[in-house]
């Protein structure tokens, strides 16, 4: 928050709608205003995303995505592909709780 106004958000999920049902949590809906991209916001957002799945007791957290080249930049492995329920593909990454 800033100035009483959203800048940037996330959410960690049970399930994300694909074919990996086994994976479980997942972080999706990462969102950061355009005005305050390129400030370090979303890489403290997934940061901190790590550290509330690990505080669960989670071991990973995973998430889908069509970016290319911005989650591998936090140490983010690509692991595959899943399929949503159109039957359609996307980029499957996860990354380890442990800090």
């Given at each position: 928050?800033?100035?009483g106004q959203i800048i940037g958000t996330y959410a960690i999920l049970r399930n994300d709608i694909n074919?990996?049902?086994?994976?479980?949590?997942?972080?999706?809906?990462?969102?950061?205003?355009?005005?305050?991209r390129g400030k370090g916001i979303g890489a403290k957002?997934?940061?901190?995303?790590?550290?509330?799945?690990?505080?669960?007791?989670?071991?990973?957290?995973?998430?889908?995505?069509?970016l290319e080249n911005y989650?591998?930049?936090y140490g983010w492995k690509n692991s595959g592909i899943v399929y949503g329920p159109d039957g359609g593909s996307i980029?499957?990454?996860?990354?380890?709780?442990?800090q």
């Open positions: 928050m800033e100035d074919s990996r049902q086994d994976l479980c949590p997942w972080l999706a809906c990462l969102y950061v205003a355009e005005g305050h957002l997934l940061e901190h995303g790590l550290e509330v799945a690990a505080e669960k007791g989670y071991d990973n957290l995973y998430l889908t995505t069509d989650y591998e930049r980029k499957l990454y996860e990354k380890s709780t442990a």
